[in-house]
């Protein structure tokens, strides 16, 4: 599985992005698709997820409210709508694949639960 994560940029607090990711060669609609971001000096960190079906989705705390994921599996893609942004959110955002099936929603907040990566596009948010 290929995934291509597309649409960062430079964005003054406030403002809004929305990332995409494409994914090829595989069942994207069985994949539970997730987005992760990793600032400089810091962790990769969980940014939210989206079930197989598009019917479940999970937030961080810290985007809960402001960004909202979605999928479109005729197309494999999965998207973040990123709005009212902060310099905080300033990071490199990763799509990711998991092909694991659990019931544990929990699962698929950590970045080990998930088999497939993007390149990472990168989200800068200024003050």
């Known amino acids: 599985v290929q995934l291509q994560a597309s649409g960062g940029g430079l964005v003054q607090a406030g403002g809004s992005l929305r990332l995409s990711c494409a994914a090829s060669g595989g069942t994207f609609s069985r994949y539970y698709m997730g987005w992760f971001r990793q600032a400089p000096g810091k962790e990769r960190e969980f940014v939210a997820a989206i079930r197989w079906s598009g019917t479940g989705t999970l937030y961080a705390d810290s985007v809960k409210g402001r960004f909202t994921i979605s999928r479109n599996n005729a197309k494999s893609e999965v998207y973040l709508q990123m709005d009212s942004q902060k310099p905080e959110d300033t990071a490199v955002y990763y799509c990711a ?16 639960s998930y088999n497939f990566w993007g390149q990472g596009t990168q989200v800068t948010v200024s003050s």
């Open 97 to 112: 694949a998991a092909t694991s099936l659990t019931g544990n929603s929990a699962y698929y907040t950590a970045s080990s």
